[in-house]
């Protein structure tokens, strides 16, 4: 397993921009996929985006596709996703996970670690 520790979350305004970051502590990062999910009030936790354990592919959920950008430095042990054209809607509980079991996971199930999320609020 590995810690995780999400930072970057703040209030911005719509169409604005936020850079999340996720810094891992474990010999282990490397070798796992990593993945961003946010929870709305009231609401599922539900997928946002995933990188493989080297960083060359990436999956997103449709709504964020051409706005959110995921990326890893293994070298650093850490994970961004980066937001543009933010809306309303994608305020959030943003949560960094990792998982060993699945190449690109979209499944919040198949996640071993989560960190303890960052508010994302954007107002209108």
Do not use: H
Request: net charge positive.
């Amino acid at each position: 397993q590995v810690q995780l520790v999400e930072s970057g979350g703040g209030l911005v305004q719509a169409g604005g921009s936020l850079r999340l970051s996720c810094a891992a502590s474990g010999r282990t990062f490397r070798s796992a996929a990593m993945g961003w999910f946010r929870q709305a009030p009231g609401k599922e936790r539900e997928f946002v985006a995933a990188v493989t354990w080297g960083g060359g592919n990436t999956y997103y959920t449709d709504s964020v596709k051409g706005r959110f950008s995921i990326s890893r430095d293994n070298d650093k042990n850490t994970v961004a996703l980066q937001m543009n054209s933010l809306k309303p809607g994608d305020t959030a509980v943003y949560y960094c996970a990792a998982s060993f079991v699945a190449e690109l996971p979209t499944d919040l199930g198949l996640y071993d670690s989560w960190g303890r999320g960052t508010q994302v609020t954007v107002s209108s």
